[in-house]
């Protein structure tokens, strides 16, 4: 069981940029997947979810209504569409999946069993 982010990058403030998830988990489809981001000298903090389906999304307050996550259970792909970025966007993001499937995971870091690599995202002003 393995997941692979990528797509991170350097961007403008005000610019949009997609990363992705790419998931070896034999029961993607009944997965609920999480984004979280660390920033330099922060913990770790939630930023989205997604239902196993794709029927059900959550955003942290920070990032609500500028991000938007999707999933592709064919290719076994989630992704996390950023736009209106800001450099307090600036951080290290890591997709994760609890250890069985939940449909709808939780938003705390301990409800997650595996963890991406995670793929920097850097926002200039």
């Known amino acids: 069981v393995q997941l692979q982010a990528s797509g991170g990058g350097l961007v403008q403030a005000g610019g949009s940029l997609t990363v992705s998830c790419t998931a070896s988990i034999p029961t993607f489809r009944n997965t609920g997947m999480g984004w979280f981001r660390q920033a330099p000298g922060k913990e770790r903090e939630f930023v989205g979810l997604?239902?196993?389906?794709?029927?059900?999304?959550g955003y942290a307050d920070s990032v609500k209504d500028r991000f938007t996550i999707s999933r592709n259970n064919t290719k076994k792909m989630v992704f996390l569409q950023m736009n209106s970025l800001k450099p307090e966007d600036t951080a290290v993001y890591y997709c994760?999946?609890?250890?069985?499937?939940?449909?709808?995971?939780?938003?705390?870091?301990?409800?997650?069993?595996?963890w991406g690599q995670g793929t920097q995202v850097t926002v200039s002003s």
């Open positions: 997604i239902s196993g389906n794709g029927a059900y999304t």
């Open positions: 994760a999946a609890p250890g069985r499937p939940r449909g709808i995971p939780g938003r705390l870091q301990t409800q997650y069993d595996i």
